[in-house]
Structures are given as C-alpha cells and as structure tokens.
C-alpha cells in the first residue's frame, strides 16, 4: 500500500485540530505573512521626492503624460498639483521635460526676440520689449522662497517734451504665496527695489505688491522725521541694542560658569532726540592786532617879563614851554569759533542688566543613597560677577545705570515636552510602524511556537509529518515486515490476558469509545466483523469442557479475543499496522478521558 503523501499528512493533520485551533493558525500565519509583506514593502520603497510644484491643470497633465511615455512612477498630491517621483530620477527627469518645454509656465522672457520680423511695427517692438520685462521680472521674483508665481505689469510712459511733464513709470506685481505664509516687510522692499532697479526712472515707491488675495503687502515711503516712520525703526534699533548687549555678557558668563549656569537680560534705554545746536567760542588769549591808529602833537613858546618893586626893580630871565601829545588806538581781532553740533540718534540714555547666577552642586552618599547638594555662591564671586557685568555694558553711574547680579537656584526639573498640533501622529511615523510591525511579528511568533509546543500538537505534528511520502515496494514489504516482528515481540502471553479491564493496554479494550470504533471497522478492515455475542457463546461452549471448566466466562472471553486478534495480525499485517497507528495518534490524555 502507497505511503500517504504530503498533501494528505497535512490534510489529515488539520482534521484532528479543533476549531479553535484552526482559526489561531489561521489568525497566525495571516498576521506573519501580512507583517513580512508591510516590512519588506517599508523597506524596499524608494524615497520619493518633489518634481514639480505649484502646477496647473494643464501644465500637471502634459508632464503626467510625459512621465507615463517614459515610463516612471508618479504620484499627485495637493488636487494634482504637486508630482512626486523617485529621487533619484528628479534632476534626470527635469532636465529631460526641460528639452521638451515643460513645464510651460506661460511666462515669456527675452527668447521673444529670439525670432525677429523685420516688418515689425514700432509699437509692436516696445510692447514686445514691455512682455519680455515682465516676464523676465516675474520668473526671477517666483524663485523667491516663499513666493509660488508672481506677474509683473509695468507702464512706461512716452517721453515728453519738457522734464516738468515726464511722468515716472510705475509696477505692479501680483505674488501668489506658498501656502498660508505671509511674506517679510525685507521681502517685499526686495522686490520693489528689484524691478524699480530693472526699469529706468522708476522709484521703488512706484512699485505696488499685492498678494493672492488682493491684500496690499507694500507701503507707501514715510517721512524719515514722522512719529509714524521713526517708532518701528526706533524699536528695531533699541532690539540691537539690547540683545548685542545681552550676547557680550552672556558669552562672558558662559566662559566662567559653564552654559546653562546663568541668565541675562538687558533693557536699553536709547535718546532719539535730535538736537542742531549752534556753539560761538572766543579765545581772548589768542587776540591779535586787527588795526591801530597813532596821533602825535608837539608846541613850543619863549615868556620874558621886568619885575619891579617899591625899592628895587629888576628883569626877570626869558623862558620856553615844549609841549608833545601823542595818541594810539589799537583794534584788536578775538579768534571766533562757531561749531553746529548734531546730536546722534539712538545713543544710550539708560542701561538696566538683570543676571541671574545659578550656585554649584555637590553629589554626596546620604544613608546609602546619592544625594544632589545646593551649594551658592561666596560673596566675593559674586562682587567679581557684578564686576564683569558692569565692565561687559559699559556702567555709567552718570546715566543712573542699574546692575543687579544674583545668585539663585536654577530649577533643573525636566521639562515633560508636550505635542503640538503641527507634530506627526505617532501612528504616521515610519519609524514606530516598524517598531510595531517587528513588535506584532515577534509576538505572532511566540503564540505560534507555544501552540506547536503543545503536547497534542507536537504529537500530532510527530506523527503526521513523520512518515515519507512515497516509498517502493520492496521498502514496503521491507517495513510491514519488521512492524510484524515487533508486533510479535510485544505478543501477550496468556497471563497478561487475565489482567482486569483497568490494567490493559488502551489499545486492546473494546469497551467504550474503542469498542465502538472497533465495532465500526467493516469486513474491508477486518476480513469479517468482530461480534461480541459470537465470541461470548464461544466462551461459553468452552467453559462446558472439562478442560476448561477452571476458567471463568470473563478469561476464556479474554482467551477468544486474544486468539481473535493473533489471526487478524498474521492474516492481515498491513491493516493491522495501519489500525495501530491510527490508534497511537490519540494522545494519553484523551485515552485516559475515554477510560
């Protein structure tokens, strides 16, 4: 008889499992197969990058197209406008829809001129200038980074006669930005002084930008001088300040405690008034001789006179009077210094620095557990940081400066981060689904191999697996052979036949479950069926002869089906063989069940 083949094994070992049994295989071999497929298909996908963004409906088709002659997977995002494919074919692929014109992005440069008519109008030529600008204009404005398109539209006016009547050229330029992002005030002054510096005459105040939704983005120029242009210059200055203040001490702070052992904070208090003063100085040391006028007079004159007296008269001498004058008046030129002085702008008016010392920390062994000490700071480290603070900003105790140094004790506390709502779901992340795929497949594989491990399964996996699939003829007789020599071997002597119901072999009771199955083989198992009535009347024809009138009805019952059995065994070895096997899959706790 032909061996059973694999197919049969594996039918007949799936036959004995229970239904529960079924579906956990089942269950387990869908989820290995499923989480292999996942895993390999994670890890052989090749990363997919951006082709092109920002398509039309008509520009997304003509490249789909394209890459459907070309045979290259794609995928379409954002309502198809945004094409993906592998990334190591995105330069490869541009390049090639490059030659062919895509995408087309309906903006014209100066490849306008490219073909030239020479039956052109003069009209026709300075409208054709006029597009090629703008377009020219509109490609170098969408490489902007935040900018998706822009369109530019200029007017240039006709020359006129007298320079009073000229009038500037103007722009406009429509942006249509990356999704909600809005657009820096920097920007959008780049992109105005970008196209005023393109076309002659025109100021970057000519230039009016305006986004996708009709919002005005640029300004119209405000005075220098006006409260309103000065407040966000002034704030965007004393900012400056501050933080250029802030990094000098902080730097210095780092360097001596270490990073993250102090805080620093600056508040500057900066004078924007503006003050034209005009300063005269004279220099009364430094006089010089501007002009000098000199006067000089001189006169002389000769006096004799006869003096007489009641007595005596005489004649006094003659005498002569010479008289100068002389006069000097001298102007003097005082040096003159006249100085207009202009106060600068945004000069520090008041400086107030907050720093914030963290002390030092000490691990020390507590009742056999390690123990972080607070240790702060001495009093002379600190007066040399307040040093260093105020050397760092520059104290001024005439401006009335403020410095204030403390040492406090920094809160080293791990701070629990929480999710926001631009964070990827944990269920998104590649990297979790892996961990999860490998967390499932290494579990699937631990029930799997506890089912196997089972006492009835491994049994019924022995025996069902254990025999070959097709063996000749010879190596068939060969085995029915030796199963028949065993079988002999193992043969009970009629001693072991008087053993009670309880203390026989399984194999060889016919009460119960496996005098029923018994019952159940017809003549093609046995040769004829197995009745219990017939041999118990030919137990009882014994039991009337003499030389058996010793034994009972239950032992020469016993001695029937012994005899019975030993002729079913040497007539038919290979039923018999088979009939014992089929026998021996039933596990010892089932048989121990049925007992």
């Known amino acids: 008889?032909?061996?059973?083949?694999?197919?049969?094994?594996?039918?007949?070992?799936?036959?004995?499992?229970?239904?529960?049994?079924?579906?956990?295989?089942?269950?387990?071999?869908?989820?290995?197969?499923?989480?292999?497929?996942?895993?390999?298909?994670?890890?052989?996908?090749?990363?997919?990058s951006v082709l092109f963004t920002g398509l039309d409906e008509k520009e997304a088709s003509k490249i789909v197209q394209k890459l459907k002659d070309d045979k290259i997977e794609y995928d379409l995002q954002e309502n198809?406008?945004?094409?993906?494919?592998?990334?190591?074919?995105?330069?490869?692929?541009?390049?090639?829809?490059?030659?062919?014109?895509?995408?087309?992005?309906?903006?014209?440069?100066?490849?306008?001129?490219?073909?030239?008519?020479?039956?052109?109008?003069?009209?026709?030529?300075?409208?054709?200038?006029?597009?090629?600008?703008?377009?020219?204009?509109?490609?170098?404005?969408?490489?902007?980074?935040?900018?998706?398109?822009?369109?530019?539209?200029?007017?240039?006016?006709?020359?006129?006669?007298?320079?009073?009547d000229q009038k500037p050229p103007t722009a406009s330029v429509s942006l249509h930005l990356k999704g909600n992002r809005g657009l820096a005030k920097t920007s959008i002054e780049g992109i105005q002084n970008l196209v005023s510096g393109s076309i002659e005459g025109m100021k970057p105040e000519d230039v009016i930008v305006v986004d996708q939704r009709g919002k005005i983005?640029?300004?119209?120029?405000?005075?220098?001088?006006?409260?309103?242009?000065?407040?966000?210059?002034?704030?965007?200055?004393?900012?400056?300040?501050?933080?250029?203040?802030?990094?000098?001490?902080?730097?210095?702070?780092?360097?001596?405690?270490?990073?993250?052992?102090?805080?620093?904070?600056?508040?500057?208090?900066?004078?924007?008034d503006q003050i034209d003063s005009t300063v005269k100085t004279y220099d009364?040391?430094?006089?010089?001789?501007?002009?000098?006028?000199?006067?000089?007079?001189?006169?002389?004159?000769?006096?004799?006179?006869?003096?007489?007296?009641?007595?005596?008269?005489?004649?006094?001498?003659?005498?002569?009077?010479?008289?100068?004058?002389?006069?000097?008046?001298?102007?003097?030129?005082?040096p003159e210094t006249i100085a207009r002085i202009i106060k600068?702008?945004?000069?520090?008016?008041?400086?107030?620095?907050?720093?914030?010392?963290?002390?030092?920390?000490?691990?020390?062994?507590?009742?056999?557990?390690?123990?972080?000490?607070?240790?702060?700071?001495?009093?002379?480290?600190?007066?040399?940081?307040?040093?260093?603070?105020?050397?760092?900003?520059?104290?001024?105790?005439?401006?009335?400066?403020?410095?204030?140094?403390?040492?406090?004790?920094?809160?080293?506390?791990?701070?629990?981060?929480?999710?926001?709502?631009?964070d990827v779901k944990w269920y998104n992340n590649p990297d979790y689904k892996i961990i999860f795929l490998l967390a499932a497949i290494v579990i699937t594989m631990f029930l799997m191999y506890r089912l196997l491990q089972s006492k009835q399964i491994k049994e019924r996996l022995r025996i069902a697996f254990s025999l070959p699939e097709k063996i000749s003829v010879e190596e068939e007789e060969e085995e029915v052979q030796e199963q028949a020599e065993r079988l002999e071997e193992i043969a009970m002597g009629e001693e072991q036949l008087l053993l009670t119901p309880g203390e026989l072999p399984e194999q060889l009771l016919l009460e119960g479950e496996r005098g029923a199955e018994l019952d159940a083989y017809d003549d093609e198992e046995f040769g004829k069926p197995l009745d219990k009535e017939a041999l118990a009347s030919m137990a009882r024809a014994r039991l009337e002869k003499d030389e058996l009138s010793g034994f009972t009805e239950d032992v020469m019952l016993k001695m029937e089906l012994k005899n019975k059995v030993q002729e079913y065994i040497e007539g038919q070895t290979q039923d018999a063989v088979r009939m014992i096997r089929m026998m021996l899959v039933q596990e010892p706790e089932e048989i121990k069940t049925n007992k």
């Open 80 to 164: 198809g406008s945004t094409i993906l494919i592998e990334k190591d074919k995105v330069y490869d692929t541009r390049l090639s829809l490059a030659s062919e014109g895509l995408p087309e992005s309906g903006m014209i440069g100066y490849e306008l001129f490219d073909k030239t008519n020479l039956g052109m109008s003069e009209f026709v030529q300075k409208l054709n200038y006029r597009r090629a600008l703008e377009g020219e204009l509109a490609k170098t404005i969408s490489s902007i980074e935040d900018v998706n398109k822009a369109r530019v539209h200029i007017v240039i006016p006709e020359k006129a006669l007298f320079d009073k």
């Open 344 to 422: 600068e702008v945004g000069n520090i008016k008041r400086l107030s620095v907050a720093a914030l010392i963290n002390g030092t920390y000490d691990k020390k062994n507590i009742s056999g557990r390690d123990t972080t000490i607070y240790n702060p700071r001495s009093d002379s480290v600190m007066l040399n940081l307040d040093n260093i603070v105020k050397k760092a900003v520059g104290y001024d105790p005439m401006r009335n400066d403020q410095v204030s140094v403390l040492n406090v004790r920094f809160d080293t506390t791990p701070i629990e981060e929480t999710g926001t709502a631009e």
């Open 1 to 48: 008889m032909a061996k059973l083949d694999v197919g049969t094994q594996i039918r007949n070992f799936f036959n004995r499992l229970t239904i529960m049994q079924r579906i956990m295989i089942g269950i387990v071999f869908i989820a290995v197969i499923s989480g292999m497929y996942l895993i390999v298909s994670s890890v052989t996908a090749k990363e997919k």
């Open 284 to 334: 009364p040391e430094k006089q010089v001789v501007r002009s000098e006028q000199s006067v000089s007079e001189s006169s002389s004159s000769a006096d004799s006179s006869t003096r007489s007296d009641s007595l005596i008269s005489y004649v006094s001498p003659s005498s002569s009077n010479t008289r100068s004058k002389s006069n000097t008046i001298s102007n003097y030129e005082i």
């Open 217 to 272: 983005l640029s300004e119209s120029p405000q005075e220098s001088a006006s409260i309103a242009g000065m407040t966000a210059t002034q704030y965007q200055q004393q900012m400056k300040v501050e933080h250029y203040l802030a990094d000098k001490v902080q730097s210095m702070l780092d360097g001596v405690l270490g990073e993250g052992n102090s805080e620093v904070r600056v508040n500057a208090e900066l004078n924007f």
